[in-house]
């Protein structure tokens, strides 16, 4: 069965630095999305991405993140400057034909900024 | 954000019996509402979904109801197996917006 990868499982990183969390979705999905769960807390929409651009972002997807699909298979989460509050397991997801509104998620990338 | 609610952070049921997980909701353009379960360290998994043109849907031990009226939702699993222990997310989309998803609910069947 098709399925979300996530790259890596686990990242850690200094408060201020830079991460590229990486994503290969479901190959003839469209639509793909960044969530996040602190621990502890609910499941959080960042992101929405389909046809090479934005279609809907979260209050707390500021300037400091980004989203890019470089090609064809792949789509990253960048943070600029890391903060301590970004710690969280982030999910990508993405959905595709016949049903849109059903989004299958990749396992997570545990970020912990220290 | 509270457009969707699971009240019970947990329930507990012994393996055989009916567990029944519910879920509430405010925004009255949701129009899909899904089921996912998750264990630790893993992302969510799909297991059942509704439309809002439907006021149940049923996939094996799996049932999900839907009462439109009162913006509520229920997954009944039946019977309920050890293997059934995770935490169960409820989640509703808007015109194929963005899921929003509840708190989650802990599920643990004992054997």
């Known amino acids: 069965e098709p399925e979300v990868t996530q790259t890596p499982s686990h990242q850690v990183t200094q408060m201020g630095q830079e991460v590229i969390l990486r994503c290969v979705p479901i190959s003839n999905h469209l639509y793909f999305y960044w969530y996040r769960q602190i621990l502890g807390q609910k499941v959080e929409f960042l992101v929405s991405f389909y046809n090479n651009e934005i279609s809907e972002k979260s209050e707390i997807f500021d300037d400091q993140f980004s989203v890019e699909r470089p090609d064809g298979s792949n789509f990253t989460l960048k943070i600029r400057s890391t903060k301590l509050e970004d710690s969280a397991m982030y999910f990508c997801?993405?959905?595709?034909?016949?049903?849109?509104?059903?989004?299958?998620f990749g396992s997570g990338t545990q970020l912990s900024v220290l | 954000d509270q457009q969707v609610k699971q009240n019970s952070p947990s329930l507990s049921v012994q393996e055989g019996r009916i567990s029944i997980l519910n879920c509430d909701y405010t925004?009255?353009?949701?129009?899909?509402f899904l089921w996912y379960k998750k264990y630790p360290a893993e992302g969510p998994t799909f297991l059942i979904s509704i439309s809002s043109i439907k006021d149940k849907n049923e996939d094996g031990r799996f049932t999900v109801f839907l009462n439109k009226s009162a913006k509520h939702l229920s997954l009944h699993i039946v019977p309920s197996q050890p293997g059934d222990s995770a935490v169960y997310f409820c989640?509703?989309?808007?015109?194929?917006?963005?899921?929003?998803f509840g708190a989650g609910t802990i599920l643990r069947v004992k054997s």
């Open positions: 925004n009255s353009m949701f129009d899909y």
């Open positions: 989640a509703a989309s808007a015109f194929g917006n963005k899921l929003v």
């Open positions: 997801a993405s959905s595709g034909p016949p049903t849109n509104e059903k989004l299958f």
